[in-house]
């Protein structure tokens, strides 16, 4: 089993910059994909980014690619995602995943409980 604990949410004006922390605990070697989700208020979970372990070619929602930039530090078990000029619209609740396979998608193996991020205008 892989435990995922996000950190870095908050409130911040648009335009401003969050840095968003996912550590894993457990069986760490399980997973081969990591990335981001998101879910605003009435709507569905969405795919925001991935990366899979070594790999220098991310994958990124088309409305935040330019914007956020998902990195992750094998040494510490943790990925990242910095968001910068963040818009009003990106504000929702920010979950990290795994997967066991090269693959992210809303059926991932392992979820972190999220993170509020709130956009103000």
């Known amino acids: 089993q892989v435990h995922l604990v996000e950190s870095g949410g908050g409130l911040v004006q648009a335009g401003g910059s969050l840095r968003l922390s996912c550590a894993a605990s457990?069986?760490?070697?399980?997973?081969?994909?990591m990335g981001w989700f998101r879910q605003a208020p009435g709507k569905e979970r969405e795919f925001v980014a991935a990366i899979r372990r070594g790999s220098v070619n991310p994958a990124y929602l088309v409305t935040v690619k330019g914007r956020f930039t998902i990195s992750e530090d094998n040494a510490e078990n943790t990925w990242y995602l910095q968001m910068n000029s963040l818009k009003p619209e990106d504000t929702a609740v920010y979950f990290c995943a795994a997967d066991r396979s090269t693959n992210l998608n809303r059926n991932a193996d392992y979820w972190g409980q999220g993170t509020q991020v709130t956009v103000s205008s």
């Open positions: 457990g069986r760490t070697e399980s997973y081969y994909t």
